[in-house]
């Protein structure tokens, strides 16, 4: 019989299968090492620590003691370690295993991080909390007018950030730029943008033109947002034009079309479509940003949220929140409906 | 009439692309380039039209001396000498139509193509091309919708918009199956016997270049082996070339070519 059924395969005698290949063991010796620098690691933490938190080890003649977050520590370590060896994970994750918890450790232990505080002070959020839960539903609507000031700006500062975006973006390619010199350029001066972040730039606008006390905090809001805008779409756009299929280009050039022309007609249509999920992505982040940006006085409903949380109204805070919450929720979907109509 | 004097092409990581190539290449002539790849097929058609800049020697094209330095001279002879590729080299997202007037781009203010407002006169034009190559129906498709064939005509229609002197093909078959490829090959002999358009083509398969070429130029090295009328282009030659014997590779299958 040719044929077997797989059950009849299933049954027959397995000694004359191949031997099947087993994962390389990995080495003890560097596993050992990796556990030595878990305990140095141990050691750097003890003489670092600043919790005198001690843990007490009664052994019936004598009670040893060790200092409690870094032995956790060390246990942690171990523990994945021998996961890691057991899995016969290669010594180089292993390493990245111990690495990550050294890293996390240290950086946690520098900043004194810790969920225990929210018990002790629990007395203080208690109030708050149920405050935030019980939102003051009535006063989502008086605040429509900021509600259209904030989407105003955000629809202002996406489509002219955008439009200089693109530009700029077409000029920090090398696929698309004059020359390299003229990309390293834009690229440097578009860096410096992307170096201040959203609320840098809103402090500065406030600085220089005036804030929500002169009347000019939507003007400082959409300035500050423009340039936020410009940064991403610029840097996100260029990346899509230096991976642009280069035939149609090569063939633009071979037809006598300039370097406009060629970027036009070449190059635009292929990036359009992360261009425009680009501006709907950017517009998406303009309506989460101005919520942050009226705390350093601008226009739009992160003023109202900021007054409310000064007179400690919290519940109309909780309002604000949950209509944030719904507001890029819609925009989200809308941006979602555009991209699958468009891709 | 297209003259090569001399002409050395280095690439700058030292690659030598072309050496001390001299050729002349007649008004009207279908020529056809084989050698094996890299030998310079792709080099030399690329000289012409400045894509690859020449390192020494002269070229003239018709009545102009090329100078590969002067972007804007670069410009005006592409205008005149049109391209086609292995791989069409379509914006695939954009309309058949969209695709040929790039075509019109050397002749066409620059505002008028960031508007994508053509005059009527170069739409006129583009359509005369599509219904040269026989797919003026398909105008307003997306270009990513239509055949491997098609796609094709649709790069050559967007050369014949730009009412050029010479027409290069760069391997312009090679990625389609042999009766499309006897098709478009066939498309191009008529379009230059009809337009009387220089034509130069780059090929690997020699049966075809045997039966639509007037001329068969053979390289390797970079260099011009053989240089003569498509009857003295005999096995015995062609192996010369290839420095090989010829295999079943080299041509496309014979039934395809009556289809």
Known sequence: MVTTSTAERRAAPQAAATVRPEPPRPSGLVYLGLAGLALLAFIVFWVIQESGDVLLIPLGFVTLWAPLNPVIGLVVMLVALAVCFKARIGTMAAFGTVAFIIMSYWAGATVGFTLLEIPERWSNVEPRLIAFLDPNWSYIWTVRDQWLITISMAVVATLIGCAIGLVLAMYASPVSSPNKGTSQAIKAVNSVIRSIPDVGWALLFVAFIGGTAHGLGPMAGILALLMFNIGIVAKLTSETIDSVNPGPVEAADASGANLTQRNRLAILPQVLPGFVSYGLYVFELNIRASAALGIVGVGGIGSAMMLQLNRFQFENVAAILIALIVVVLLVDMFSMYIRRKLL | ?259
């Not at chain 2, 008004?27 to 030399?44: D, H, Q, R, W, Y």
């Not at chain 2, 791989?87 to 066409?108: C, I």
């Not at chain 2, 790069?155 to 918009?161: D, G, K, P, S, T």
């Open chain 2, 1 to 259: 009439m297209i003259t090569f004097e001399n002409i050395d092409v280095v690439y700058p990581n030292g690659f030598k692309g072309l050496s001390n190539v001299n050729l002349q290449i007649n008004k009207g002539e279908f020529v056809a380039i084989v050698g094996l790849s890299g030998a310079g097929k792709s080099t030399l058609i690329r000289t012409v039209n400045g894509l690859v800049p020449f390192t020494s020697g002269t070229l003239t094209v018709g009545d102009v001396v090329v100078d590969p330095r002067s972007k804007a001279k670069l410009r005006r002879l592409r205008s005149r000498v049109g391209m086609i590729f292995q791989s069409f080299n379509l914006v695939t997202r954009v309309s058949v139509l969209n695709n040929v007037l790039v075509g019109r781009s050397a002749d066409t203010p620059t505002w008028r193509s960031l508007l994508g407002w053509y005059r009527a006169e170069d739409k006129e034009l583009a359509f005369q091309s599509l219904e040269r190559v026989g797919i003026v129906d398909k105008a307003y498709m997306r270009a990513a919708s239509l055949s491997g064939g098609q796609q094709q005509r649709v790069a050559i229609a967007r050369v014949l918009a730009q009412d050029p002197e010479v027409i290069l093909a760069d391997e312009p078959v090679a990625s389609l199956d042999p009766p499309t490829a006897h098709k478009v090959m066939r498309d191009l002999r008529r379009i230059q016997q009809e337009l009387g358009i220089t034509t130069i083509v780059n090929m690997h398969h020699l049966d075809l270049a045997r039966s639509y070429a007037d001329r068969v130029i053979g390289m390797r090295a970079g260099e011009v082996v053989f240089d003569g009328p498509v009857e003295e282009a005999t096995d015995e030659v062609i192996e010369q070339v290839y420095q090989r014997s010829l295999t079943a590779e080299d041509i496309v299958t014979a039934e395809a070519a009556q289809e």
